[in-house]
């Protein structure tokens, strides 16, 4: 029954699909909706914590911070030391959210479902990192971040956090998946496509 | 179109094939590409540029830099209209137009130079002395003052200009591309390292483009093709970002640099619409080079302030950079050897020179002997000392002086123009601003870099390095430096071999004596504010004894070029006239902005909507297009109510809050702050951080809760659930949920780190739909199949989980409106789903959406009070009767042991209560003041304040919550409440009003 | 604007970080058991140095981890970056 139940993206409201970007365009913005989105929390140095991870996602949560992992179509996130941010394809945050649930039972963690908490923009192209610089501080040079690395910050006095998904020399690099929260999402969009106007090729803001 | 008759034919960075016309003050003229306004005034024969500050004395251009005080030009009219702006950093465009600020009507014939004749009258500390006494005579002359001194006008109209702003971040960022500044790029560049090269000017080579082609050379090359050499180097190196036309405004803590970029302001009516006018760059620097050059400084002496008296280096610059004239016979005045270099250059182009005049007895260096050879008269042991001319000098009295005083009769020399040089005064002024120490070098009477505890190195003239050999010594050095301190270690760059004259020392002379009776012959020091010498020796008889003081008090410093030219030689005089040495007064401490800047800049594109970020729940658009009308709640907005045709607020508020009372009202809840707590010590956590006790609530079940400070205020209030043995969910107020996270989060890492329980924010991840009213469970029911419910089944204070209009739901039943609620949670996609299919059947039980207005309203008839609104950080439970909800059981919470201090616990203390109006109409302003004993004038005694108040549909009159000391104990009184232009008797009441035993939300 | 080497993120602008104030005050253990002078003392006593200050920080829209920071505050010069519960003055920062 729920699938006849419209499901709204946090960007849906401003009709994107009216106005997409040039392939070729120094930069260029598309909203990631649905994806699911889990939050784990857990000590670790507490192994029962470590193995019952381990054994639903097939891999130990990054360590390092600012650092992220991928397999299996999921990727985690690092967010702090005691915590993780699981993103998996639409739809399959159900299921992982119960085996997670299952194999941490008994072991001091948190688990939390914030699949519709967070929409992702995800922004590419030559001129990618230039945009992000108008409104955040970090410091995304390649000498210092590169594709896999994760970092949490504000954009345009949004709280974000930001993975970039490719490096440069690939076409249409680099790009980066900006999560953001979903109250937050529609300013962060109209203000980057506003801060994009200096890139001509892009869209106009309507 | 005039002629440009003072230009030159050949020569200059220039291009003759580009003319330009523009407007000054009215008149058409003509510049080329390559001019900044103020040259191209000067290659027109424009000498009178703008009136003084006070004394609305005619002024010309004195520099070719940022540092100038007079010729500050309006530039274009309208909106896009910007005052203040220096000609000499204006680059010109075609279609420019400006106007001189500061005179009216015209410069020629300024009304206002009548201050002038009676100077007298205008001392130091003239506007002090007038503000002071009496004080209501400040309401009358201000409107004059301002007009008199007006410095140009601000556009009324909103500014139709971009600005923009950006972060970047930097191994080494270095401001001056001088030859010093240069040479640190290229050292950091060839590293690796990650480098910014600002400068104020539209190309890089600082000084090096005001000097003569065939002047010095670097690495064999003449001076300007070795810059341009190493832009094209440095314009190669992928980690170089070269910014010209960039000002270093601000240095700040930690290395954190402000620049600010003129994008397109050069390019005038042609600028390409997609970029922004002015770029503003925040930069963090891991290093930092200062190669900010020095700023001539002038030599002071009797009347010194007419129009064609100019530094030398800028008369050199305009001859040598600009191809113009600085006159036809200028005469030279210095101290130092420097300014024969410009004697030379004029010479050399065929302008007469009639002398050099030296203060130095016996000045016998290369540049010396080379203006001999030339056959300038050079009048060594002699000053200038007095000036003739109205609008432009004519003649300068000269005479032999020694030892500060004048040695034998005067001679008259016929100039149209004085090109002098007190020496050179380096710029340390962002290296001031970056908390660093300057030193006093007694020998040449400057202010030079000292100890700092930023990561900065300084380079070239700003050091006091003012040949050009020491200029690309230091760079070198310190580029190389700055960027292995950065992590980029390089071997160190073999140095250029440069060819350029050797000076002889200069000899420092503070003030030029004069043989004019004192009070004839003015000396001015500050031009943009009129301060003469005789002004600060004023200010030193009168006692101001530190430079702050003094600054303020003589407006020494104080005018838009912030003392660029002024506050050395001011402190100078300072000191000679208190008998100190000059660091002992020393100088006044540089803040940022170096020069000015823009407030578009400063607010880049945070405006209109973009002027803070704007929440938005999954409902937003529905209610947009349900015309609400929105409020501020935090960054969210949420409608405050939704006006039909015709309809108030008043009226709609009524309308909806009668719909929640009788039928079903429906509210947008999605802001309220959800917070997810898990783990074994959950509970034990609920426990420490609210009032009351938790262990014991049972799954399913909700509860109120009171959260104080340690101080035992009143910190946040809310429903929290638990979903299971281990696990909560909070819910705060909208304002505070970031807060309250953070609150739970700073207890558990920092004070019970051993907890086990996590908490994270689950806000965005809920669209929350409130519906309320006797009608609310019928509507339910139709939505869902999956629970019953039944009072009995589903009792207040519980929740259910199940599908609610087709979706997965969690169903709370709390209420804060007083009447039978249900929140339906549901996952934000489908808030609006939800939402529409509650409209659509509710629409047989009239249900009506309401704001946050009647929900107000709706609570205060409760006397559920709003923390942030009844609450001030000043209330406790008890004050708000809310004892109840205080554990007395629990060994400890947050804020426990505060309630028991003498403060908490003693009368006197405002505490909630209601207030109902004599007149049942009459509504109390929210704020308002509560007194027992009203008279007719204050003093009176102020007892508390109205917190809350409303017109009630459902009592039919007024309603108001109010803090009133000791309030329980004076229900029944009569008090009154302080209203514009009149007081309003109010009675003290209990500050439940509606359904005090709570039936209608129990039922 | 400061820069704060956070423990895990690195280097980041101060507007990413909240200041809980002094650090090293310690909740008493018995809150009921101490006179109000004291209690007073812990609630709104602290020591307002001229140099060295040691603060609690948070990364607050970052790793959201509490730390301790000693800084100078004369010059804002950051002495010293330290675990929450490790002693002021102890060897080495984190
Ligand atoms: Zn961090």
């Given at each position: 029954m729920a699938e006849t139940i419209p499901s709204q993206s946090a960007l849906a409201p401003l009709g994107l699909e009216a106005r997409p970007w040039p392939e070729d365009a120094p930069v260029r913005m598309e909203e990631h909706a649905h994806s699911g989105k889990l939050v784990l929390r857990g000590d670790h140095r507490d192994s029962d914590f470590m193995n019952a991870v381990r054994g639903v996602l097939g891999m130990t949560p990054p360590l390092v911070p600012l650092g992220s992992m991928m397999v299996k179509g999921r990727v985690v996130l690092w967010l702090g030391p005691d915590e993780w941010l699981i993103a998996c394809p639409a739809g399959a945050e159900t299921a992982l959210y119960a085996e997670l649930r299952t194999a941490l039972n008994g072991v001091h963690a948190a688990l939390v479902d914030l699949t519709d908490a967070q929409t992702i923009i995800r922004i590419s192209g030559p001129r990618a990192r230039d945009l992000i610089a108008k409104g955040c501080t970090l410091d995304l040079h390649p000498h210092t971040f590169g594709a896999g690395h994760v970092a949490r910050g504000t954009l345009a006095h949004a709280q974000i956090t930001l993975l970039q998904t490719a490096g440069d020399g690939e076409a249409g690099s680099p790009a980066f998946d900006l999560y953001v929260g979903r109250s937050f999402a529609q300013h962060l969009w109209r203000w980057l496509e506003d801060a994009a106007r200096e890139y001509p090729g892009g869209t106009d803001p309507a | 179109m005039k002629r440009q008759r003072q230009r030159l034919d050949v020569g200059a960075r220039?291009?003759?094939g580009q003319r330009l016309a523009f407007r000054f003050n009215g008149k058409s003229y003509e510049g080329f590409s390559g001019d900044t306004l103020a040259s191209a005034l000067v290659a027109n024969g424009v000498r009178l540029v703008g009136r003084s500050f006070k004394f609305h004395r005619p002024r010309g251009i004195y520099s070719a830099g940022m540092e100038e005080p007079n010729a500050l030009v309006q530039l274009g009219t309208g909106a896009a209209s910007e005052p203040n702006l220096r000609a000499t950093q204006v680059e010109l465009f075609d279609g420019l137009e400006a106007a001189s600020v500061n005179c009216w009507p015209s410069v020629n014939f300024d009304i206002w130079s009548l201050n002038d004749r009676v100077s007298s009258m205008l001392p130091a500390g003239f506007y002090y002395k007038t503000f002071m006494w009496p004080t209501g005579l400040w309401m009358r002359y201000e409107r004059a003052i301002r007009a008199m001194a007006g410095m140009g006008r601000t556009a009324r109209e909103a500014d139709p200009d971009r600005y923009d702003q950006t972060n970047a971040h930097c191994d080494v960022l270095i401001a001056g591309g001088g030859p010093a500044g240069l040479m640190a790029a290229l050292a950091a560049g060839r590293a690796g390292a990650r480098v910014i090269l600002a400068d104020e000017q539209n190309e890089f080579g600082g000084r090096l483009l005001s000097e003569p082609e065939d002047g010095e050379t670097i690495g064999g090359r003449l001076a300007v093709d070795w810059v341009a050499d190493a832009r094209a180097e440095l314009a190669g190196m992928a980690e170089v970002r070269l910014l010209p036309r960039t000002t270093v405004f601000g240095y700040y803590d930690h290395n954190f640099i402000g620049l600010i970029e003129r994008v397109t302001d050069h390019l005038g009516g042609a600028a390409p619409e997609h970029l922004p006018r002015q770029r503003m760059w925040r930069v963090r620097a891991r290093q930092v080079v200062l190669a900010t050059g020095a700023i001539e400084r002038p030599l002071i002496f009797?009347?010194?302030?007419?129009?064609?008296?100019?530094l030398a280096g800028a008369a050199r610059a305009y001859l040598n950079r600009y191809g113009v004239q600085p006159g036809e016979k200028v005469l030279v005045f210095t101290n130092n050897d420097d300014a024969y270099r410009t004697a030379l250059d004029l010479n050399a182009a065929g302008i007469v020179v009639p002398a050099v005049v030296d203060l130095r007895a016996d000045p016998q260096g290369s540049l010396p002997a080379r203006a001999r050879e030339a056959g300038i008269e050079i009048l060594a042991g002699h000053g200038v000392v007095g000036t003739k001319g109205r609008l432009r000098v004519t003649e300068a009295r000269v005479a032999p002086v020694s030892d500060g005083a004048v040695a034998g009769p005067a001679r008259t020399i016929s100039c149209d123009a004085i090109a002098m040089s007190g020496g050179w005064n380096p710029a340390v002024h962002l290296f001031s601003q970056g908390q660093g120490k300057l030193r006093f070098e007694e020998a040449r009477g400057v202010f030079l870099p000292g100890n700092t505890i930023q990561a900065n190195r300084s380079a070239g003239a700003c050091n006091g390095a003012f040949p050009l050999a020491v200029c690309l010594a230091e760079g070198t050095e310190v580029g190389a430096l700055a960027a292995a301190d950065a992590g980029f270690g390089a071997p160190v760059l073999a140095l250029p071999e440069t060819k350029e004259a050797e000076e002889a020392p200069m000899e420092v002379v503070w003030q030029v004596p004069s043989d004019r009776p004192p009070g004839k012959a003015r000396a001015f020091v500050d031009f943009q504010n009129d301060v003469t010498t005789k002004d600060v020796k004023l200010a030193a008889r009168e006692g101001y004894r530190s430079v702050e003081h003094f600054k303020r008090y003589t407006t020494t410093g104080m005018g838009t070029d912030q003392g660029k030219t002024s506050n050395i030689n001011g402190v100078a005089i300072l000191a000679s006239a208190l008998g100190e040495a000059i660091p002992a007064v020393g100088t006044t401490t540089f803040r940022p902005p170096y020069t000015p800047v823009s407030f578009g800049a400063f607010a880049g594109r945070e405006l209109h909507e973009f002027y803070a970020p704007i929440r938005r729940t999954p409902i937003h658009a529905w209610h947009e297009s349900h015309g609400a009308v929105f409020e501020d709640v935090g960054q969210w907005k949420r409608p405050r109510y939704y006006p039909r045709a015709g309809e108030g607020m008043h009226a709609a508020v009524r309308r909806e809050a009668i719909a929640a009372r009788s039928g079903i009202g429906i509210l947008d809840a999605s802001t309220l702050g959800k917070i997810d707590i898990q783990g074994a010590d959950a509970a034990e956590l609920l426990n420490r951080v609210y009032t009351n006790a938790w262990s014991k609530l049972e799954v399913g079940r909700c509860r109120y809760g009171l959260m104080l400070g340690e101080d035992g205020m009143v910190m946040d209030d809310g429903v929290t659930a638990r979903l299971a043995e281990d696990h909560f969910l909070m819910s705060t107020t909208t304002g505070n949920a970031a807060r309250v996270l953070a609150w739970l989060e700073e207890w558990t890492q920092t004070e019970w780190p051993d907890m086990k329980v996590h908490m994270a924010s689950a806000t965005e991840q809920w669209a929350t739909v409130s519906i309320s009213g006797p009608k609310a469970r019928n509507l339910l029911a139709e939505l869902t199949g999956?629970?019953?419910?039944s009072p009995d089944a589903f009792p207040f204070m519980s929740f259910r989980e199940g599908i609610v209009a087709g979706v997965s739901a969690r169903v709370f039943r709390i209420s804060f409106t007083g009447e039978l609620s249900f929140e339906v949670n549901v996952a934000a996609r489908h808030g609006l789903a939800v939402w529409t299919a509650c409209m659509t059947a509710g629409e047989k039980y009239g249900i009506t959406p309401f704001g946050t207005e009647a929900m107000h309203l709706l609570r205060a008839e409760k006397g559920f009070i709003i923390v942030g609104q009844d609450t001030d950080g000043t209330v406790t439970p008890a004050d708000l009767g809310m004892d109840w909800i205080v554990s007395k059981k629990k060994p400890d919470f947050l804020g426990k042991r505060s309630l028991s201090r003498a403060d908490t616990l003693r009368s006197g203390r405002k505490r909630l209560v209601g207030l109902f109006t004599e007149d049942p109409k009459t509504v109390l302003d929210e704020g308002a003041q509560i007194v027992a004993e009203p008279r007719d004038r204050p003093p009176m005694k102020m007892i508390g304040h109205v917190t809350s108040s409303y017109f009630s549909p459902t009592l039919d009159r007024s309603i108001a919550l109010a803090l009133i000391e000791d309030g329980p104990d004076r229900m029944g009184q009569t008090l009154h409440a302080s209203m514009p232009g009149r007081t309003v008797p109010v009675r003290v009441t209990e500050p439940v009003f509606f359904d005090p035993d709570g039936e209608r939300m129990r039922g | 604007m400061l820069q704060i080497?956070?423990?895990?993120?690195?280097p980041r602008d101060e507007n990413e970080f909240s200041c809980g104030g002094e650090a090293h005050i310690a909740r008493p253990k018995q809150p009921d058991a101490i006179s109000d002078a004291e209690w007073a003392d812990y609630l709104f006593m602290r020591t307002n140095p001229k140099g060295a200050l040691a603060e609690r920080w948070c990364h607050t829209v970052g790793c959201r981890r509490w730390f301790n920071v000693e800084r100078d505050t004369v010059t804002h010069t950051i002495l010293r970056v330290y675990a929450m519960g490790a002693p002021r003055g102890g060897g080495g920062g984190a």
């Amino acid at each position: 029954m729920a699938e006849t139940i419209p499901s709204q993206s946090a960007l849906a409201p401003l009709g994107l699909e009216a106005r997409p970007w040039p392939e070729d365009a120094p930069v260029r913005m598309e909203e990631h909706a649905h994806s699911g989105k889990l939050v784990l929390r857990g000590d670790h140095r507490d192994s029962d914590f470590m193995n019952a991870v381990r054994g639903v996602l097939g891999m130990t949560p990054p360590l390092v911070p600012l650092g992220s992992m991928m397999v299996k179509g999921r990727v985690v996130l690092w967010l702090g030391p005691d915590e993780w941010l699981i993103a998996c394809p639409a739809g399959a945050e159900t299921a992982l959210y119960a085996e997670l649930r299952t194999a941490l039972n008994g072991v001091h963690a948190a688990l939390v479902d914030l699949t519709d908490a967070q929409t992702i923009i995800r922004i590419s192209g030559p001129r990618a990192r230039d945009l992000i610089a108008k409104g955040c501080t970090l410091d995304l040079h390649p000498h210092t971040f590169g594709a896999g690395h994760v970092a949490r910050g504000t954009l345009a006095h949004a709280q974000i956090t930001l993975l970039q998904t490719a490096g440069d020399g690939e076409a249409g690099s680099p790009a980066f998946d900006l999560y953001v929260g979903r109250s937050f999402a529609q300013h962060l969009w109209r203000w980057l496509e506003d801060a994009a106007r200096e890139y001509p090729g892009g869209t106009d803001p309507a | 179109m005039k002629r440009q008759r003072q230009r030159l034919d050949v020569g200059a960075r220039i291009d003759r094939g580009q003319r330009l016309a523009f407007r000054f003050n009215g008149k058409s003229y003509e510049g080329f590409s390559g001019d900044t306004l103020a040259s191209a005034l000067v290659a027109n024969g424009v000498r009178l540029v703008g009136r003084s500050f006070k004394f609305h004395r005619p002024r010309g251009i004195y520099s070719a830099g940022m540092e100038e005080p007079n010729a500050l030009v309006q530039l274009g009219t309208g909106a896009a209209s910007e005052p203040n702006l220096r000609a000499t950093q204006v680059e010109l465009f075609d279609g420019l137009e400006a106007a001189s600020v500061n005179c009216w009507p015209s410069v020629n014939f300024d009304i206002w130079s009548l201050n002038d004749r009676v100077s007298s009258m205008l001392p130091a500390g003239f506007y002090y002395k007038t503000f002071m006494w009496p004080t209501g005579l400040w309401m009358r002359y201000e409107r004059a003052i301002r007009a008199m001194a007006g410095m140009g006008r601000t556009a009324r109209e909103a500014d139709p200009d971009r600005y923009d702003q950006t972060n970047a971040h930097c191994d080494v960022l270095i401001a001056g591309g001088g030859p010093a500044g240069l040479m640190a790029a290229l050292a950091a560049g060839r590293a690796g390292a990650r480098v910014i090269l600002a400068d104020e000017q539209n190309e890089f080579g600082g000084r090096l483009l005001s000097e003569p082609e065939d002047g010095e050379t670097i690495g064999g090359r003449l001076a300007v093709d070795w810059v341009a050499d190493a832009r094209a180097e440095l314009a190669g190196m992928a980690e170089v970002r070269l910014l010209p036309r960039t000002t270093v405004f601000g240095y700040y803590d930690h290395n954190f640099i402000g620049l600010i970029e003129r994008v397109t302001d050069h390019l005038g009516g042609a600028a390409p619409e997609h970029l922004p006018r002015q770029r503003m760059w925040r930069v963090r620097a891991r290093q930092v080079v200062l190669a900010t050059g020095a700023i001539e400084r002038p030599l002071i002496f009797a009347e010194n302030d007419r129009p064609g008296i100019m530094l030398a280096g800028a008369a050199r610059a305009y001859l040598n950079r600009y191809g113009v004239q600085p006159g036809e016979k200028v005469l030279v005045f210095t101290n130092n050897d420097d300014a024969y270099r410009t004697a030379l250059d004029l010479n050399a182009a065929g302008i007469v020179v009639p002398a050099v005049v030296d203060l130095r007895a016996d000045p016998q260096g290369s540049l010396p002997a080379r203006a001999r050879e030339a056959g300038i008269e050079i009048l060594a042991g002699h000053g200038v000392v007095g000036t003739k001319g109205r609008l432009r000098v004519t003649e300068a009295r000269v005479a032999p002086v020694s030892d500060g005083a004048v040695a034998g009769p005067a001679r008259t020399i016929s100039c149209d123009a004085i090109a002098m040089s007190g020496g050179w005064n380096p710029a340390v002024h962002l290296f001031s601003q970056g908390q660093g120490k300057l030193r006093f070098e007694e020998a040449r009477g400057v202010f030079l870099p000292g100890n700092t505890i930023q990561a900065n190195r300084s380079a070239g003239a700003c050091n006091g390095a003012f040949p050009l050999a020491v200029c690309l010594a230091e760079g070198t050095e310190v580029g190389a430096l700055a960027a292995a301190d950065a992590g980029f270690g390089a071997p160190v760059l073999a140095l250029p071999e440069t060819k350029e004259a050797e000076e002889a020392p200069m000899e420092v002379v503070w003030q030029v004596p004069s043989d004019r009776p004192p009070g004839k012959a003015r000396a001015f020091v500050d031009f943009q504010n009129d301060v003469t010498t005789k002004d600060v020796k004023l200010a030193a008889r009168e006692g101001y004894r530190s430079v702050e003081h003094f600054k303020r008090y003589t407006t020494t410093g104080m005018g838009t070029d912030q003392g660029k030219t002024s506050n050395i030689n001011g402190v100078a005089i300072l000191a000679s006239a208190l008998g100190e040495a000059i660091p002992a007064v020393g100088t006044t401490t540089f803040r940022p902005p170096y020069t000015p800047v823009s407030f578009g800049a400063f607010a880049g594109r945070e405006l209109h909507e973009f002027y803070a970020p704007i929440r938005r729940t999954p409902i937003h658009a529905w209610h947009e297009s349900h015309g609400a009308v929105f409020e501020d709640v935090g960054q969210w907005k949420r409608p405050r109510y939704y006006p039909r045709a015709g309809e108030g607020m008043h009226a709609a508020v009524r309308r909806e809050a009668i719909a929640a009372r009788s039928g079903i009202g429906i509210l947008d809840a999605s802001t309220l702050g959800k917070i997810d707590i898990q783990g074994a010590d959950a509970a034990e956590l609920l426990n420490r951080v609210y009032t009351n006790a938790w262990s014991k609530l049972e799954v399913g079940r909700c509860r109120y809760g009171l959260m104080l400070g340690e101080d035992g205020m009143v910190m946040d209030d809310g429903v929290t659930a638990r979903l299971a043995e281990d696990h909560f969910l909070m819910s705060t107020t909208t304002g505070n949920a970031a807060r309250v996270l953070a609150w739970l989060e700073e207890w558990t890492q920092t004070e019970w780190p051993d907890m086990k329980v996590h908490m994270a924010s689950a806000t965005e991840q809920w669209a929350t739909v409130s519906i309320s009213g006797p009608k609310a469970r019928n509507l339910l029911a139709e939505l869902t199949g999956d629970f019953d419910l039944s009072p009995d089944a589903f009792p207040f204070m519980s929740f259910r989980e199940g599908i609610v209009a087709g979706v997965s739901a969690r169903v709370f039943r709390i209420s804060f409106t007083g009447e039978l609620s249900f929140e339906v949670n549901v996952a934000a996609r489908h808030g609006l789903a939800v939402w529409t299919a509650c409209m659509t059947a509710g629409e047989k039980y009239g249900i009506t959406p309401f704001g946050t207005e009647a929900m107000h309203l709706l609570r205060a008839e409760k006397g559920f009070i709003i923390v942030g609104q009844d609450t001030d950080g000043t209330v406790t439970p008890a004050d708000l009767g809310m004892d109840w909800i205080v554990s007395k059981k629990k060994p400890d919470f947050l804020g426990k042991r505060s309630l028991s201090r003498a403060d908490t616990l003693r009368s006197g203390r405002k505490r909630l209560v209601g207030l109902f109006t004599e007149d049942p109409k009459t509504v109390l302003d929210e704020g308002a003041q509560i007194v027992a004993e009203p008279r007719d004038r204050p003093p009176m005694k102020m007892i508390g304040h109205v917190t809350s108040s409303y017109f009630s549909p459902t009592l039919d009159r007024s309603i108001a919550l109010a803090l009133i000391e000791d309030g329980p104990d004076r229900m029944g009184q009569t008090l009154h409440a302080s209203m514009p232009g009149r007081t309003v008797p109010v009675r003290v009441t209990e500050p439940v009003f509606f359904d005090p035993d709570g039936e209608r939300m129990r039922g | 604007m400061l820069q704060i080497a956070c423990p895990h993120c690195g280097p980041r602008d101060e507007n990413e970080f909240s200041c809980g104030g002094e650090a090293h005050i310690a909740r008493p253990k018995q809150p009921d058991a101490i006179s109000d002078a004291e209690w007073a003392d812990y609630l709104f006593m602290r020591t307002n140095p001229k140099g060295a200050l040691a603060e609690r920080w948070c990364h607050t829209v970052g790793c959201r981890r509490w730390f301790n920071v000693e800084r100078d505050t004369v010059t804002h010069t950051i002495l010293r970056v330290y675990a929450m519960g490790a002693p002021r003055g102890g060897g080495g920062g984190a």
